[in-house]
């Protein structure tokens, strides 16, 4: 699958480097090219040869050189093998922007969590975390089971104009025995007042 990686004119990005990492399974992800400079499309490929039928989860990162005030963009992977179904999320990237000086917070955004008939009962956390700006958003609740939503709010007050990220982790339990449903990763970004930030399409490959 491929990845649009879109660097906006005045980014102080001078180039990137790709790197696929996985959780399990091996070494089954891979993305390419390694390396470059602009906007570019990165293909990300998965090889099943040898897996046994299951749920993986992977991480294709994308690092910004010449500059250390981009947080570096981490693109979610799940590769299912076999006949499994696994839970899904939308929308899958939660963006926010507010203007330069702004003094009412962006509005909160809701994400709805559905889970195939076969893991219906399972039970749902979330781990919300930032990579820059301190704790500027937060989740409606903390847990749940079965599908559901939740909402997720920012709060800009004490942040200077940039580009600040984050991720909502979603864990799942309690589902059939020997069963493993591997965490989804939700990106969370906040822009404010700038529109110089690195963007990639798609937020997640499944």
Known sequence: QALQLTIPSGSSASGWTVSATTTGGGNWLTATPASGTGSATITVAATIAGLPAGIYAGTVTVTFTGTSSITPIQIPVTLSAGTVTIPTVSPTLLTFTAAANATTNPAPQTVQITLPPSLSKLNWSLSPFTFTGG????????????????????????????????????????GPAGSVVSPIELPVTLSVGTTVTPTISPAQLS
């Open 135 to 174: 704790g500027w958003f937060g989740v409606s609740t903390l847990s749940g089971s079965g599908s559901g939503s939740f909402s997720v709010g920012v709060s800009i007050a004490g942040l200077a104009p940039g580009s600040y990220a984050g991720v909502i982790v979603i864990s799942f339990t309690g």
